[in-house]
């Protein structure tokens, strides 16, 4: 019997539900906010379909393609910068189109909750040539799944199914439905469509632009492309969740709104602009609508008023198109909130011991990367995942070895994997002498806590061989690898000495998990005020459990600190003292 209850669902989870429903028995992604969620979600679902975690968005995009070849349907999931490092399997398969169902799940980030650009999916995909579906809400974004992988079976297209950090974590009503139990299609050898070497490529362009036309066409009647006819006055074309912003701002504007916004239903659009007296383009980010609508020949406001920086919202929406002023004096704010590492966190002694030697980091994409910020203050550089390593070789390069004599590259063990690997082989390779430091929590920490192929466990919870680290480094080329407890400082500040003084590449490995990961009772330290000679040297790790009264003495937050001991070994006067070895 077929299951009619409605639930709330965050966005994330009703994607998950709808690649669950739509019979999806492969998925692999990379953890990457915020997108991460629907490979947890997934998981509860792992009698029914496999997922993974793949070490980087490439790879995930590879295994995905292969189960489509093979005839099931299949997804990735990734975030925006994500799609970067699966391009090169996107574009390919873009030309190869698909046996089984294949989904490539992109998740935007407007605004920059927690990414190092802001950069729109939609323009990535128009140039694959991929056809793109934007739900709105939780429950579009079940059925948007189940109807991707419809339109990816009966057009052979891959399909770019894109969402937004708004969409991704907030709640909808959904209902729940039977999954689709699909009979695998048969694999039929055919070279000519999977192998892209030059003469077969020809070929396949040619098909894809004639399987695009057809889907341009057949976007023009998709139920997912939707009229709603109110006050001609005002016209909007829209899609996503701008729509929300759309309908609470104009209620009374006809809106037309795109479920697929690549490639565009023009004959839908050209009569619904004939309809409207004037009409606005509401998207965020990039004009990827407003560009082609314009493009042929109709008149449409768009990124004139609207920006193209950050999230939109309704408020925005009526002060751009009605003129409303709606701020009057200062708005209230939040109290700011700087991020920060955690109490107890490995990142920040190793980040002491860097700022102590006043030596310059090249930095990368992790928690580790709020070692740029006071009073640490040691990351001079973050670019993308892995890009520490190549950065400070390529700095070597250009100014020669005395150049990055203070210089390290900081990488977590996740990132390591993910993309570090190359970075790292290429530096042995080309004779560098640089010093690299992985600081190995034992987690993929920022995105929250995913499992990785070092840490021995998979993502459906089934043990794995755990990657070595220090022996893979060792495979590389590198001779010299050191292991060293992030918190013995003492050790560690040495190690960091030699190795900057070595002639050749080093790599250091910091090694301590993440205090989130730990369910045991933590120690409890005390500050004595009648000892503390104020000296500050407790205080300069930055340390949110530590504060400073008026007189300059100390005092700890028990609430706060996870007893991780670093301030204890930064006093020299025994001011403070472990006095519980364990406590909840």
Known sequence: MAETNKVIMLGNEAIARGAYEAGVKVSAAYPGTPSTEISEYLVQYKDSLYCEWSP????????????????????????HVGFNVAADPAYSVSYMGVNGGLVIVVADDPGLYSSQNEQDTRMVARAAKLPVLEPADSAEAKEYM????????????????????????????VELEDRQEL??????????????????????HAEIEKRNEELAEAANTLSVNRVEMNDTKIGVITSGIPYQYVKEALPKASVLKLGMVNPLPRRLIEDFAAKVETLYIVEELDPVIEEQVKSWGIKAVGKEIFTVEGEYS????????????LSVGEPAKAP??????????PHRSVYYVLNKLKLHAAGDIGCYTLGAVAPLSVVDTTMCMGSSI???????KAKGKEYIKDWVAVIGDSTFLHTGVNSLMNMAYNHATGTVLILDNSTTGMTGHQDHAATGKTLQGDPAYAVDISALCCALGIKRVTEVDAFDIETLEKTVKEELAADEVSVIITKSPCVLLSKAKKPLYLAHADKCKACGMCMKPGCPAMTKHADGT?????TMCTGCGLCESLCKFGAIELVKEGRR
């Open 146 to 173: 189940k109807l991707a992988f419809e339109i990816s079976e009966k057009f052979d297209r891959p399909v770019v199914y894109r969402t937004t950090t708004r969409l991704a974590h907030s709640q909808g009503i």
């Open 390 to 396: 190549s950065t400070l070789h390529g700095m070597e």
């Open 336 to 345: 700011g909130r700087p991020p920060i590492l955690c109490p107890g966190c």
């Open 554 to 558: 100390v005092r700890i937050d028990d």
């Open 183 to 204: 009979p695998d299609k048969a694999y039929i050898k055919n070279i000519q469509k999977t192998v892209m070497m030059p003469v077969n490529a020809k070929i396949r």
């Open 314 to 325: 309704a408020n925005m929406l009526r002060e751009a198109v009605l003129k409303e002023e």
């Open 56 to 79: 980087n968005e490439k790879v995930a995009t590879e295994v995905a393609v292969g189960a489509s070849i093979a005839g099931t349907r299949a997804m990735a999931c990734m975030k």
